[in-house]
């Protein structure tokens, strides 16, 4: 194999791996899931398998890849970044490297020890003390029992918790529980490190000492550390490079910096709809046309919607609906609740302006619908158009904004906050 | 530097070998199960003699005086208390092991281990108890003075075939919890069950005087049996082994011990998909 030293970590003398060979080698990796008949419901129930028993299985299962065709390579001390949307197949990437969940097609290759620090204290039990959950916990996080004893100090100390080893951590307050699982899983003695979306956590101090440790943790020891968050900036401040994962591919590999703004830049922001064919009906309005642009900045974003309709015979107004990823209607933009549009021998254009509440992060779609009063509907164009938000409308916000906090962030301020007396 | 392979099906291939790996984690798990269990309740480990042993006075009370069922010429509390503390660990083995995958579905969902290590650590916990609740074994022999003959020395033997009998239904019940969750309501009724299938309150004696040979056979087609007979043969020193039963019995019990080990392994790859 040939050698490109330049490219090459440097190798610390006593260094046990041969830093020519990747960490971490994927080739055309996939996971496919079957979503059932009711997509929500994983686990089944004895009694419906019983009554399905003697019926055919259901064939209406769809299939749907979290991830597909997938190879990268990553070289030993390398801290690798990888960020995308919510559903981009992130979380599929990692658990698949971590082997919670077996791939469907294609091979992972790792060189020396993985473990995970998928999220801060698990496996923690709150009846237990703190001294017996690190225990627990760096077994669990992969530690055996000599490493942990060799590294408890140090674990104590950068925790800070000296004086409440022996509380159960149920008495502990927020702060010192994620301190404490921190500190476990920082002292982790493995060759790569997957972290998922830990620094979400803790005071903004700690979050700095996080990152540091981090950090350190890829430069002195040469481990390879793979990183996923939706923190941008914490991801182009660790990283040494960068993956985007999108609908489950790899779209782009790179350097933090041009991936980072890659991804903010070219998340999709205009999108366009023609119609294949006209409707039979005559004397109907029918789109034609609609094209979307996504605008502004959060938390005030704009969509500006340019519609082209083929004229009928009586006087219509139109409806925008707005859609989330799972297809439940956010919101309706009705520029003007009675016909407003004359019919003309022509064609007609419209411009329409909203002005978006703040969303969350993530993909919308947009159907729009014209007619001459709530209950004639001339045209239904459904998903239309879609755009995605990349940013969440919390600016600072390092937690991923997912729907488990609603899709629409109200605008909130902080109107009065002193110290007072109750009594 | 070692080199793993992740492929689809691959991991059948070095599962025994992960298995040893991870030991140490299961002694974590099971340590940390039993620290808990004993730390959570005010009474702690009273509980886990109370139950048997409310068990043992009321079937004797039952059984023995009301019902004037014979145990082998040993008073009734003796050979009661004999098959209740096997019966008991089965049956919280049984119960423990399956709610331990979805009682850990943290784990299950964020880390890899054999999940086999779950189950086998509640197995373990169950077995905890079982050696407290030798003390009122003790204590009802010592009370009606059923002295020990040297059967007992075999009693670790029975008490390993108590371990392979629950360990086969636990991983069963407990790969069936996780694909099917209205499978815990099944459980509790199993159990409750089970005390009367069993010979807990009567002896298989008894059966075999009322019903004959194949009584005793058709009653053996349960693998707790060969657990219990082995217990009273051992303690209660009064009886003979009746070889076909037991080896029905316990041949049972490793069978459901393969069909076990065979469909957790089978369903084991999906469960951090489904739970």
Redesign the interface.
Known sequence: MARVWDSQPIAFPGDTFDMSLPAIQITSLGKRYQLGAGATERYKTLRESLANWWRTPDRSEREFWALRDLSFSVQPGEVLGIIGQNGAGKSTLLKLISRITEPTEGRISLRGRVASLLEVGTGFHPELTGRENIYFNGSVLGMTRAEIRSKFAEIVEFAGVEQFLDLPVKRYSSGMYVRLAFAVAAHLQSEVLIVDEVLAVGDAEFQKRCVGRLRSVANESGRTVLFVSHNLAVVQAMCSRVLLLSGGRLAQDGSPSEVISHYVRGASSESRWTRGELPRVEDSWAFELIELQLGGEQPRMTLRLQVELRCGGSDVFIAFDILDAAGVPLMQALPKATPFLKPTPLRCRVVIGVELPPLIPGAYAVDAWVGSDFSRTHDHVRNAVAFEITESPTTGRSVAHTSDHGSIVPVSEVIECHPCDLT | ???????????EAHYWRDLWRYR??FG?LA??DI??RY??TVIGVAWAVIRPLLTIFIGAGIFGTLAGLKYDGVPAVVSICAATLPWYFFSSALSESAGSLVGNA???????FPRMILPASAVVVAFVDFAITMVILAGVMAWHQVWPTWRLLALPLFTLLAFVTAMGPGLLFTA?N??????RY?IPFVVQFGQFVSPVFYTTTEVQEKFGDWGRIIVAINPIVAVIDGFRWAICGTTEMHWPSFALSGAFSLVLLGVGVWYFRRTE?TF????
């Open positions: 530097m070692q080199e793993l392979i992740i492929e689809a099906g691959k991991s140490e984690l974590f340590w940390r620290l808990v730390k959570q943290n784990l299950i969902s964020k880390i890899y069936l996780v694909k099917y969750r209205d499978f099944i790859k951090a998909d489904v739970i």
